[in-house]
């Protein structure tokens, strides 16, 4: 600078008031709070993240697939929800929870992996192929819902809790309207007719399976406030998945025309966006049948459930 002239004004770094730093400890609290009261959810949702960060770093996908560990992620996302509901839940009865719901689950994952198990077309295109990752995540699925559902089903049997809650022609529609809109939607790339209808019917009745869980919601605000990570998680594997199919909807969207795929378009974008709805709406009603049930009775279900667990 020239003698006499004015040097400019230099802020002052900012300090860290007493509120921010009250705030940051608040924080950090809650952390160590969650971590120690929850160490099994802890655990499933570090280890998810080292795995998924471990995969990532050792991808090697073709050139037509290099978008597929979306699809694997929505695989593992929804396999990491079902570990949460197994896992997290406090309430031996998991009140709010659909039986219907899981049923659909169960169904749409078997049957994609009647698919997935023989065929490559239906299978990511990457190096996760060759240890049969993406069905090994399905497989998980199922064995955890199976274990739920059993496990459910018996403890509300024996409490005499969520009985009549429910009806089956809810779950019988869903499946006769997925195997109808599977039939007008399927694919015809993999010669293959019953993959490429059992692959469908498995997108439609998975996009419709919050349906039943929906309805229970509506109905009563008794629930385990734990399955909160259940209907995050779920969201994600609902977000992730249609994110994939929509963005190779737009960059093949030529390319499926011009083969005659219309009908396929359709589905997949459609389904997609059913399953978000549906996924997003059940989020929400859960958040506030929560908040409702606290502000009735000045405490969650959460603990609710428990003490009626400990006095059964």
Wanted: glycine share 8%; net charge neutral.
């Amino acid at each position: 600078l020239k003698a006499g002239s004015v040097q400019p004004h230099r802020a002052a770094p900012p300090r860290c008031g007493p509120g921010h730093r009250h705030r940051v400890g608040a924080a950090m609290q809650s952390v160590t709070d969650f971590v120690s009261n929850r160490p099994k959810t802890t655990g499933l949702y570090t280890l998810f993240a080292i795995s998924c960060i471990a995969i990532y770093r050792s991808l090697q996908a073709k050139e037509t697939g290099q978008y597929d560990y979306v699809l694997t992620l929505s695989a593992g996302l929804q396999a990491l929800a079902f570990a949460l509901l197994v896992c997290d839940t406090r309430s031996q009865v998991a009140e709010g929870l659909s039986e219907k719901t899981l049923t659909a689950f169960l169904i749409a994952h078997v049957a994609r992996l009647s698919t997935t198990f023989w065929g490559e077309g239906y299978v990511p295109e990457d190096n996760t192929g060759d240890v049969y990752l993406y069905q090994g995540l399905e497989t998980s699925g199922v064995v955890l819902l199976a274990y739920k559902m059993l496990n459910l089903k018996t403890l509300r049997t024996i409490h005499d809790v969520g009985q009549g809650l429910e009806r089956w022609h809810t779950l019988i529609g869903m499946v006769a309207v997925a195997v109808g809109l599977a039939f007008f939607t399927k694919s015809t790339g993999h010669n293959d007719y019953f993959a490429d209808l059992s692959w469908m019917f498995s997108v439609w009745l998975e996009a419709f399976a919050l349906f039943p869980q929906v309805l229970l919601l509506s109905k009563t605000s008794h629930l385990d406030e734990s399955a909160v990570h259940f209907a995050g998680v779920t969201l994600a594997a609902s977000l992730s998945f249609a994110a994939f199919w929509w963005k190779n909807a737009m960059d093949r969207y030529s390319e499926f025309m011009k083969e005659g795929y219309h009908g396929f378009l359709f589905g997949i974008v459609c389904a997609g966006a059913i399953r978000v709805g549906l996924c997003a709406y059940y989020f929400y009603l859960f958040t506030r049948n929560t908040k409702e049930f606290k502000g009735l009775t000045g405490k969650g279900e959460y603990e609710l459930c428990a003490q009626q667990d400990e006095e059964l």
